[in-house]
């Protein structure tokens, strides 16, 4: 069965860190980039990080870097986002997706993806 599902999303306060999983199965990760995205109460889903079906291309958006770390174990199917110096606006809910597409600079635009996992929610405040 294909299937992503995302979990670590938690409350926490500003300045502080969290690791996102996206356990994925039905496939494996050495044939598709895996994006990670979010989404705002009221906004558009934005995409936040990919990484590559080789691993070798990481990229973010400009809100993430230097704060996000994507990263894989293809051992256990599975991709990271680690986050941190957290802001109150990353506040959402975050989604991992499957790029059906090789990747590609574009890779933040949501029709590329064909496959989402059901999101988990990431709360910072204090």
């Known amino acids: 069965q294909l299937r992503l599902v995302e979990s670590g999303g938690d409350l926490v306060q500003p300045g502080g860190s969290l690791r996102l999983s996206c356990a994925v199965s039905g496939f494996m990760l050495d044939y598709y980039p895996i994006g990670w995205f979010r989404q705002a109460p009221g906004k558009e889903r934005e995409g936040v990080s990919c990484?590559?079906?080789?691993?070798?291309?990481?990229s973010y958006a400009s809100s993430a870097k230097g704060r996000f770390t994507i990263s894989r174990d293809t051992a256990k199917n599975t991709v990271y986002l680690e986050m941190n110096n957290l802001r109150p606006e990353d506040t959402g809910i975050y989604f991992c997706?499957?790029?059906?597409?090789?990747?590609?600079?574009?890779?933040?635009?949501?029709?590329?993806?064909?496959?989402w996992g059901q999101g988990t929610q990431v709360t910072v405040s204090s």
């Open positions: 990484i590559s079906s080789n691993g070798e291309n990481l």
């Open positions: 997706a499957r790029n059906r597409y090789p990747y590609r600079p574009d890779w933040y635009d949501t029709e590329l993806y064909d496959l």
